[in-house]
């Protein structure tokens, strides 16, 4: 298995590593801080470098056992397993899906119904709600920026699936379920604002996050709206 640097870290822009495995045209290491595709989180993109050659990293994926996959332009030179590699991210997307990704928890705060869905992007992000409610986008913007402004610190922990069992209203997603089978759950805490599961990269601070617009809300359904948020840099 693959050490995940970045759930410890999510700063890390860069690491060394050795290579495990070499499939088709995506390389597994050892260890790595490249965020590989999952919770609507995008995989990471950057570079890997070893003393004979170097490569683009152009999606990082999990492979079929668990492990974590960078994946290379078609016809790029591949190092050999038991090589050494430097493993650097494409910091400023990475950061934005951090920024995205946190911005999207608040918007939950703000919208206290189930999520059914969501995705993010560097450009545009999304939230599903199960809801019937107009959604009045000026006063969801004007809430969401008061706690960019208010500073919260953000931080993970662990408990145990069998906590979880035990506070099932800490899930907020509606159609898919934290991941299980390794015993224990991450939590993502966003002091005094919001409190659940996720395993997505994140900020330190609601103040980085920046300026936040609602776009595009959406009637999916009698009880789904679809709410789209930018960031404004």
């Not at 604002?193 to 994140?202: A, E, I, K, R, S």
Request: overall charge negative; aromatic content about 4%.
């Amino acid at each position: 298995m693959t050490e995940e640097l970045f759930r410890k870290d999510s700063y890390l822009k860069e690491c060394d590593a050795d290579v495990t495995a070499v499939e088709s045209q995506a390389v597994a290491v050892d260890r790595t801080v490249f965020y590989p595709l999952g919770g609507g989180q995008p995989g990471d993109t950057g570079s890997i470098t070893w003393p004979a050659g170097n490569a683009r990293i152009i999606d990082t994926r999990y492979g079929d056992s668990g492990q974590i996959l960078h994946v290379v332009e078609d016809g790029a030179p591949l190092p050999p397993v038991g090589e050494s590699v430097h493993l650097e991210l494409d910091w400023d997307r990475r950061y934005r899906h951090m920024r995205m990704h946190t911005a999207m928890h608040l918007l939950g705060a703000v919208l206290r119904y189930g999520v059914t869905g969501g995705n993010i992007s560097a450009e545009k992000s999304r939230l599903d709600f199960d809801m019937e409610d107009t959604v009045d986008k000026e006063a969801v913007a004007v809430a969401m920026q008061a706690l960019v402004e208010a500073d919260h610190p953000i931080s993970c922990r662990w408990i145990s699936e069998a906590e979880l069992d035990t506070n099932p209203e800490l899930v907020r997603t509606m159609s898919v379920q934290p991941p299980r089978g390794k015993g224990e759950v991450r939590l993502l805490e966003i002091v005094g604002v919001d409190l659940q599961p996720c395993g997505g990269t994140h900020l330190k601070s609601t103040a980085e996050v920046g300026k936040v617009r609602i776009g595009k809300v959406e009637k999916k359904g009698r009880r789904n709206r679809r709410v789209n948020i930018h960031l404004d840099d």
